[in-house]
Structure formats: C-alpha cells, structure tokens
C-alpha cells in the first residue's frame, strides 16, 4: 500500500461542550502567552513579596492588563464586531470577564479582579492548545498520483512521460512493481493488481485482458499493456482527492449550546447588574454605597469561572486518559460529540479484520498423503510470488527440502513436476468434473467470502485450500458493545457481496454496503447521517478518506495509511477496536462530568445573586465560594484522568 505523510486543513467541527472557542479564527502568536506569563508574574509578586497597598494594588492592575490582554481585546472587538454583523447585541463572557475585573478593582478588590482574569485566560489558553488546529494541505496527498507513464510509440519503443500528457487512447507498458500511471483497460499481459488503495479489498486482484485497471494501485509480477481510457483528472484517485478537497471546504463551525447561551447570559448579566445598583436603594432601602458594593458583588457572583471551566479541563483529562492508551484525539469536540453517535461505519479491510488473508480451511481427497502435498504447496509458493504465498508459507512449515521447477502460468497458477506427476496449484477450472463433497465445500467456502486455492495432481483435484481476510478478535465484542448502546453498524467494503455479507454475519453487524467505490462511500455516510444520525466512520485506506472527512467523527485506524490518519478528527493506534469502545466510554462519563459541573456552577452562581440580595455575602465571602466553586468543577473534571471501568 503506497502511503505518504499526507496533510490537509480540515476544520471539521461539530460542537463541543461547554467552550470558550470563539466563532472567529483567531490568530493570536506568542504575544499573548508571553503577556499572560509576565502578568502571573505580577500577581504571584504582588500575592507573596509586596507589603505596600499602592504598590500591591498596581501589580494586580498590572496583572489584569497583561494576562487578560487577549481577553480584554477579544471582549471589546469581538463584542463590537459580532453586534454590527448580526445587527443584534452579542456579547460574549470576554466582555463580561473584562468588567467583572474592573468591578472587583473598582471596589478596591483588585487581587480579586486579577485572579478572576487569570483563571478565565488560562482555560482559555488550554483549550485553545487542546483544541488546536491540525493545519493539514491536501498537497501531499497530490503525491501519491503516479507522474509518469512507461508510452509506447508508433514504433513500439516506450518513453517516460508526464502522466498530465496522456491522452484517451494511449497505449502504455506497465512492468512488474510499477504504480499504474492512469485508469484504463488492459491489451496484452496478465498480471495481479493491489488495489486497496482504491477498493479496500485485501485480495490483489487478478488482471486479464479487457480488465479494468486504476491509476496509482500497483502492479504484481506481470507486464502488460494497456490503454488509457480517461483523462487524468478523471480518474477515480483524482475524484478521491477532489472529493477530500471539496468536503473540507464545505465544512463549517457549528455552535455548541453554552456558546449559544452565552450572548443570552451576558446580556442578562449587564442588564441587571445597573438595573440592580439603579433600584437597589428604593426596593431594599440601601445606601448608593451599599447597592455600589452589592452590584459588584453581583457582577463578581455571576462571572463564570465555573461555568467556564466546566468543560476544558475535564476535556483534556479524557484526552490524556485516552492517549495513553492508544487512542489520539485531534479536539475536545471529538470527544464531547461521540457519546451522541447513532450509527458507526466501519471499512472492512484492516479495521473489522485483520486486513491480509489467512488460511481458514484445507481438505485433502487422501489424508495419508496431507503432510506430502502441504510440503510440496509450501515449495512450490516458495517459488513464486502468487498474491496468497504468505498466507500459505505462514499457515503450513516446511517438513522436507525438495528440488522443484516451479513455473507461474498467468491465469492457471502454479505448475510443477514432482515424482513424475503434474502439479497445478490455482483456482479451480472445471467444476463438474469435481466430487460431489469436494462441490459441496468449494460452494460452501465460496458463500462464506472465502478464496478457494485447489491442488491438481494430474489434472485431478487432490486438495483444496481456502483462504478468508478474517474478522480481528476484537471486533465482534465492539459491535456489540455498539448495539447495547443502540448504536447502528454498517459495513462499507469494495469487496463482493458474498464476502462483505459473509464476515457481517460472523460479527453480527447491522447492514453492509458491498462493491463501493470510494466516490459512494460518503454518500453512504451522508444517508446515514440523513436517516440515523450523528455518525462515526472507521477506516484505514485512502479510499475512506472522503467518508472519513464526511462523517460527524473520523477514526483512522493507526496501521492505515498516512491520508486516512491525517484525515481523521482520531486514531485508534495497532489498529485495536477495543480502543475505540473505550473512547466511547470516556465520551459518556465526559458527558456526565461536563453536565455535573454546568449544573453545580449555575447552582453557585444562583446561591451567591441570592445571599447578595439578603445581604448575607460579602466579597471576601464571595471569593471563597466562587474561586472555591471553581476548584470543585475542575477537580471534578480531572477524574477522567482516571481509567474509565470497562462494560
């Protein structure tokens, strides 16, 4: 499989939780990292070595502008800017982080103000390293397209050429361990063609002549010519990379819902807060200097620190927990989204199985002679280079050395004479002239997806070997773990039906979309998407990229290739299933963490507006609930670090 560090920018957002990812790119560089380091500086000098209150109080203030610079800005532009295009007011918790510090500093409490501001600026910076763009370009994935073509002029010489310059009609020669330039049909040759960058299918395939052959699969051991039947950007590689290009650029942010409450609480928030100290004296009969106070503190109260770190931490708890064991995530919004999945798709070479055939079955006419005839089978594949030699030389060991002349007859197999007898090793040719118990196993392998290999002493079929990509061990207790969950499964695969319907059955897997080619991969995520719901897909190959960038949530299996890997919003690393399962897990408790501290958060928010109102709080009172509140939610959080217990 042809493989590349391919990237591509790929902004494939659905949704988070609880966030402070503004709905602009933001491209803030190392100034305000560098100003947030030099104003904890400030805060932890005034905090720890300052004696003098004017000197103290000017570090605070020192600390508010330098650390909360970002946040500061971001509060007035994107507040100024956000209102005109939408021609509403729409403030967001920058703005109101801003003016709670300033309140805090303007009741005196600067200390307070400054560490208001550095809680809110350091969520902030962790989620945007968390979540922090993959800048991926589709340029390298432009690599894997073959340049050049082996031409073969009018007078039957070859000549290198750019693949841009061919023409339908072209004649080409392909020789053994090339990639194929361009799609076409063969004139001449034989040969054995890997197309699971194109198909997904394990086997290689079998290629005579008037067969059709894609660009950019590689060919076996044969030579063949061919002729170029379409223009090079109309190919199906060249759809694949079109198709990944265009799903990104359609791609846009969707809006989580704290992110649409937030203009709403903000707004609620600065209404109130002068609405308060305008009313306080006449409805509760304080002094102008007691409703100042009160309305600061209620600005302080309703600040939402909690609120605020009611998501990232325990965001990037999961995510740690989660690539120490094998699974990386590419966001926090990944994460959050998959315990909303509905349906799960999932590509069958290399991700359901183990993505190479194996040998499944063997019968032999005569079981005395079995170790004899597998002695010769593993000599006469020691030979050649047929597509299933290394699942037959590692299913069977040598027993004894033997002198073969072995010949590879294209579209025949294996011959060779051994003890005076003819030997053919390859597909079976003449059906009717089989026992009826060796007709009842071929047809009974052939409908379990198995490749039926035949020995013939002779002309006579003396033994039968089947071959099968087989399900991986861990993939029949995820399904159905997915189906507990009343998740929908579906196999997508470019093999045949009878084989994608075979391992399904196996594996107790939902529905299966056999003979797909990649172009009809993402349709098929986009139904369900349509009929289902919010949907993951599973793949390792280049041909589940367009699916991969469709889907709600990519997972790259980490053996695949490097486009599908970069594609994805995850990789599942050693292409371990049970990875994926537990991420599922963590998803959920991360769900429940996340809601637990929204809750607990408005909740504190609520208590202290109402004992403000009572009278019953002050801002030393304030401070130790609030700041405390805030502990609370993200020490909640950091219990995902902890492993999730397995169902």
Known sequence: MTTTNATHSHTHEHGKGCSHNHSHEHSHGN???VLYGVGLVFYFIALLFIQNEFIENSLYVLAILTAGYHVIVEGISETITDTINQKKFLPNVHILMTLAAAGASAIGDFDEGALLILIFAGAHFLEEYAEGKSKREITKLLKLNPTEARLIQSDGQTKLVDVSTLK????LKVLPGDQIPTDGIILSGGTAVDESSITGESMPKEKQLMDEVFGSTMNGTGTFTMRVTKDSKDTVFSKIVEMVSQAQSNMSKTATKIKQLEPIYVTVVLIIVPLFILLAPSVFGWSWQVSIYRGMVLLISASPCALAASAVPATLSGISNLAKRGVLFKGGSYLSNLATIKAVAFDKTGTLTEGKPSVT???FVDETQKAEWINLIVHMEKESNHPLANAILEAFDQTDDLELAVTNEIGKGLVTVYKGAHYRLGKIENTEALSETVQEKNIAWMKEGKTVVCLTKDNELVGMIALMDVPNQAAAGVIEYLRSQGIQTTMI?????????????RLQIDSVKANVLPENKSMIISDLQKTTGPTVMLGDGINDAPALVQADIGFAMGDGTDIAIDIADAVIMKNDLT?????????KKL??????????SMFIVVLLVVL???GKMDIGLGVLAHEGSTLLVILNGLRLLLPVRER
């Open 31 to 33: 100034l305000p990292i």
């Open 168 to 171: 339908i009609g072209d004649e």
């Open 361 to 363: 079955d063997t019968y």
């Open 493 to 505: 695969t470019g093999d045949a039906k009878v084989t994608g319907e075979a391992v399904a059955k």
């Open 579 to 587: 990875k994926f399962k537990y991420a599922h897990q963590v998803s």
């Open 591 to 600: 769900a429940t963490v996340v809601w637990q501290n929204i809750f607990f």
């Open 612 to 614: 403000n109102i009572l």
